[in-house]
């Protein structure tokens, strides 16, 4: 089956497109600027915009199966996310794995997850077949969310986060990927939820990396009214939409909305996910 990988020029879309050519897979890579593809061998890069129907149905022809990370956070984001399912669906695509979030519903308190719900919710109308990966708030976040002072402020309470290795959701993918382009149907019509195998809060956080790094590190519970009066005030250009979506990062940890830890990551990996500690370990001591 042929296999494409949006997003390759990025985090978990270029482990994925190593991972699977290290496997000997070929791989089309659609991208919106394809000078920055990944150099691997037997990899084609196509032009493509998740927002242009007629470019995507185009850089999708050929391809049984899409994995789909999703695009730039923006305003118009949900309806770039449609389009590109419309333009797959139009390509003939077989199976669409898409990465979506955590608990992805339509009032989810986390802004940018209503995207995700409204997304996997598209695909299903569609007769592709689909698996969903909901990861959780990724490790690599969590352990540079401070402020050059060391302070984790935000209005998340005693929330607990099951953040999860963007390593660890790229080996996923790249695991499900692979089987379904082996003929493997045990991931059809399926839905993860990866997370990694602990729940912390801010406070574990910052005592992970004061540990690690040896550099004092402190959770500050922010009111509201103090979270947005503090983003607004140090981000002066940035818009309203934005600074909700990072504000609804806290609150739907305060809620308990990412503080379940889901086993089904260890199943799809073979082994148990990596540690909070490991992760930060290996960002600092880079």
Not at 96 to 120: C, D, K, M, N, P
Request: charged share 20%; proline share 4%; net charge negative.
């Amino acid at each position: 089956m042929e296999i494409a990988i949006t997003g390759s020029s990025g985090h978990i879309g270029g482990m994925v497109a190593r991972h699977l050519s290290a496997r000997g897979l070929p791989l089309i890579l659609p991208l919106r600027t394809p000078a920055k593809a990944p150099d691997l061998p037997a990899c084609e890069a196509r032009l493509f915009a998740y927002g242009d129907f007629e470019l995507a149905r185009q850089a999708l022809s050929g391809v049984d199966v899409l994995f789909m990370v999703s695009a730039a956070e923006s305003p118009t984001r949900e309806q770039e996310h449609l389009t590109l399912v419309r333009a797959a669906a139009a390509a003939g695509v077989q199976h669409l794995v898409y990465l979506s979030f955590a608990g992805a519903s339509a009032s989810s308190t986390f802004t940018l997850a209503r995207t995700h719900a409204a997304t996997e919710a598209a695909i299903q109308q569609t007769a592709m077949r689909y698996t969903f990966l909901r990861d959780n708030f990724h490790s690599e976040m969590m352990a540079t969310i401070a402020n050059t002072d060391g302070i984790i402020a935000g209005p998340a309470g005693d929330g607990h986060v099951a953040c999860v290795s963007q390593q660890d959701v790229a080996q996923a993918a790249a695991n499900i990927l692979a089987a379904i382009a082996s003929g493997d149907d045990r991931h059809h019509n399926r839905s993860y939820t990866l997370t990694g195998s602990e729940a912390l809060t801010f406070a574990d956080i910052a005592a992970v990396l004061t540990d690690i790094t040896g550099k004092p590190y402190r959770y500050h519970n922010q009111t509201l009214d103090e979270a947005y009066a503090s983003r607004e005030r140090d981000y002066p250009d940035t818009p309203a939409w934005q600074i909700e979506a990072w504000v609804s990062t806290y609150t739907a940890i305060a809620g308990g909305e990412l503080a379940t830890v889901s086993d089904d990551l260890p199943q799809l990996l073979g082994r148990a996910p990596r540690r909070f500690a490991e992760v930060v370990r290996d960002i600092y001591a880079a």
